[in-house]
Structures are given as structure tokens and as C-alpha cells.
């Protein structure tokens, strides 16, 4: 069974500053996705970044960037310039390519932005 | 915008009592989820949906059921609520078979006692 592991419960940040989340994953497959999604404190969790497993070059919306290592099972997520509404819970997910569209959750890493 | 809504965002229910938790999408999705989600063990998928009348068990399917009559309506179902029940549940629906991209509601916090 795939799992994923986030390792850091919390994580702070300066305003401005760039924080870096980590994500490992574990699967027998070669072919999947993996994604960073949002949860503010409104709780509605929202999608922030996707990356296909086929793909070496990593994947950048914004400030949002990921570094993938396939071989290591690693899919870290770089928040640059740190704003206060990026304070969130920030879940890591896994769903394979083929089949079913079930997302694999982490535990979540819970990120402050200090003013 | 996709909008997916349920119908509480707090619920407080006895013990023993029958529990239903409803979600709505908007924009014609074809997949439909269930997850609960609990401090330090993230979301867990309880039951999802393809298609209407169509329905398969998730990770956590034990003491929940579903019902999808409708493409727009995704129903959860606690036959018989217990206390280790009490948790967060979120709803999302994604466009079809070929999108990952998944919809959040709000959620609804339900507490069993």
C-alpha cells in the first residue's frame, strides 16, 4: 500500500522569508502524481501544486515551487517570500496515474507566518 | 467557481443515533469523496463515488455507507454514531476519471457523545 509521511508536524516562518515543507512517499508504482493542497484556517482545502512523476523538471506556480526526487521518494514544497495568508495546514498527497483517482494523504504540517 | 457545500458545519449527536451528512457540488462532477480528518493522522478516504447509484469502499469504510442518487448529492451515513466517530468529515467531488484535481467543502465538525 503507498503511504506518505510529513514528518514536521509545525513549521514557522518569518514574513518574507522562504520555508521549506518536506514530503516522502513510498510505492511500488512508476507512474503517479503528487500534490501539495491547502487548508486555511477557514477549512476549505484548496490544490497549490501538482507534479506528474513522468516528469524531471519540477513543478512552479508563483512563489510555490517543488523539489521532486523520485529515486529518494521525496516531493518537498518551497514557499518563497512568505506572505501571512500562506499561514495553513499543508497536506502532501499521492494518486496513481491508472485507475482509481484515490488521494493518498500525509499528516499534514501546520505552517505560521510570524509578522 | 466550483462550489461544493454541506450541510452543517457543526453536528452534535448521541450515541446510537443514526447520523446523515450531506454534500452538494455544483459543476457536474462525476467523482464524489468522503474523507474524515483527524489531528496527526491527516485524511483518510472513507467511501467515493463514479457515477450515480455507484459507490466503493475507501481505506476506512467500517461503520459508514453512502447514498448517491443524484449526480449533484453525496451522502454519508452513520448507521449508529459512536464517540470514536467524532472526527472532521470532508466532502469533494473532481470533474471525471481523467482530473486529480479534487473540490473541497468546508467540512462538517461532528461530535458524538
Known amino acids: 500500500a503507498q503511504t506518505v509521511t510529513q514528518s514536521q508536524p509545525e513549521m514557522s516562518v518569518q514574513e518574507a522569508e522562504t520555508v521549506t515543507l518536506s514530503c516522502t512517499y513510498d510505492?511500488?508504482?512508476?507512474?503517479?502524481?503528487l500534490f501539495w493542497y491547502k487548508q486555511p484556517p477557514s477549512r476549505q482545502m484548496i490544490l497549490v501544486i501538482r507534479?506528474?512523476?513522468?516528469?524531471?523538471q519540477n513543478a512552479t506556480e508563483n512563489r510555490f515551487s517543488v523539489n521532486f526526487q523520485k529515486a529518494a521518494k521525496s516531493f518537498s514544497l518551497k514557499i518563497s517570500d512568505s506572505q501571512l495568508g500562506d499561514a495553513a495546514m499543508y497536506f502532501c498527497?499521492?494518486?496513481?496515474?491508472?485507475?482509481?483517482?484515490?488521494?493518498?494523504f500525509g499528516q499534514g504540517t501546520r505552517l505560521t507566518i510570524n509578522p | 467557481d466550483v462550489k461544493v457545500t454541506q450541510s452543517s458545519r457543526y453536528l452534535v449527536k448521541r450515541t446510537g443515533e443514526k447520523v446523515f451528512l450531506e454534500c452538494v457540488q455544483d459543476?457536474?462532477?462525476?467523482?464524489m469523496f468522503w474523507y474524515r480528518q483527524d489531528p496527526g493522522l491527516g485524511l483518510r478516504l472513507i467511501y467515493f463515488?463514479?457515477?450515480?447509484?455507484?459507490?466503493e469502499k475507501g481505506d476506512i469504510p467500517e461503520g459508514y455507507s453512502v447514498s448517491r442518487e443524484k449526480k449533484e448529492r453525496f451522502s454519508l451515513i452513520l448507521e449508529s454514531a459512536s464517540t470514536n466517530q467524532t472526527s472532521m468529515y470532508l466532502c469533494?467531488?473532481?470533474?471525471?476519471?481523467?482530473?486529480?484535481?479534487?473540490?473541497f467543502g468546508p467540512g462538517t465538525r461532528l461530535t458524538v457523545t
Open positions: 463515488s463514479y457515477d450515480v447509484k455507484m459507490k
Open positions: 498527497a499521492y494518486a496513481l496515474i491508472q485507475g482509481a483517482q484515490k488521494l493518498v
Open positions: 459543476m457536474d462532477h462525476e467523482n
Open positions: 507534479q506528474e512523476a513522468y516528469k524531471q
Open positions: 469533494a467531488s473532481s470533474l471525471d476519471q481523467s482530473s486529480y484535481e479534487q473540490y
Open positions: 510505492t511500488s508504482e512508476s507512474d503517479y502524481y
